[in-house]
């Protein structure tokens, strides 16, 4: 199975990963809902609280605590030496974790089957975010643009997808982090008409001929033949100029591929 077909799938399985959102730790935000427990104080358990507009959640004995913009580990910290500085409790070690995270969002848009904003997990990577979109569709490139905000200017990067699962020298798989975009570009296609079973619109794949091109429209008619082939292509001025085509012909981006009949 190609990577087209894998993500073609809408049913394409991801994996929430134990790695980072970012370079970086996962950083809290509001809608974040997370867990709090103190070693030997179960009293002080909390299994699902959620952090307020503020980036506060409300403890017992210490009440609103912001933790909004920390890591996970940097508001269990905040929250023990809060506890330590309120002398509730000498040593306290918090645990904290994320139950679920719905702070941190991209968007996906473009040629996928479901376009839209979706809520990034811990270690959401490209292939995770496409997935969650329903993949690419047929229409979709192999390319996709992740669009990121750099030190305020929108800054993109070209990624090919099917380098993210070559066996040699495979493309990193990015990990995506909040207010990423990504966008899949439509796929450059070709026309074919004339003496075709099915003629139409198709995707150009890298390296295509004529005698591929032909394939991909069924084949030809009983009465068409691939000699004499013409190749309307875009020329100067935006005028179609017809170029005379062989078997080994190299399609490109818009091209009209027109097949005849034979004279026998």
Sequence with gaps: MSIRDLLLLTGFVFALTLGQANAGEYMLGTGDIVSVSVYGHPELEVKAVEVDAKGEVVLPLLGYVAIGGMSPTGAGKAVAAKLKEGGFILKPYVNLLVVKYDSQQAVVLGQV?????????????LTDLLAQAGGVSPT?????????????????????????????????????????????????????????????????????????????????????????????????????????????????????????????
């Design 113 to 125: 089957n479901k376009p839209g904003q979706y809520v990034l997990q811990r270690g959401s990577r």
């Design 140 to 264: 979709g490139a192999n390319t996709v643009i992740l669009q990121r905000d750099q030190g305020g200017k929108r800054v993109d990067t070209s990624i090919r997808l099917d380098g993210l699962f070559a066996s040699t020298s495979p493309v990193t798989d990015p990990p995506i982090a909040s207010g990423d975009v990504i966008y899949v570009p439509q796929a450059s296609v070709f026309y074919i008409e004339g003496e075709v079973q099915k003629p139409g619109a198709y995707r150009l794949e890298p390296g295509m001929t004529l005698l591929q091109a032909i394939a991909l429209g069924g084949g030809l008619t009983r009465r068409g033949t691939d000699r004499g082939a013409e190749i309307h292509r875009p020329g100067s001025g935006n005028q179609l100029e017809a170029i005379a085509a062989g078997k080994d012909a190299l399609i490109r981006a818009n091209d009209v591929i027109d097949i005849g009949q034979s004279l026998f």
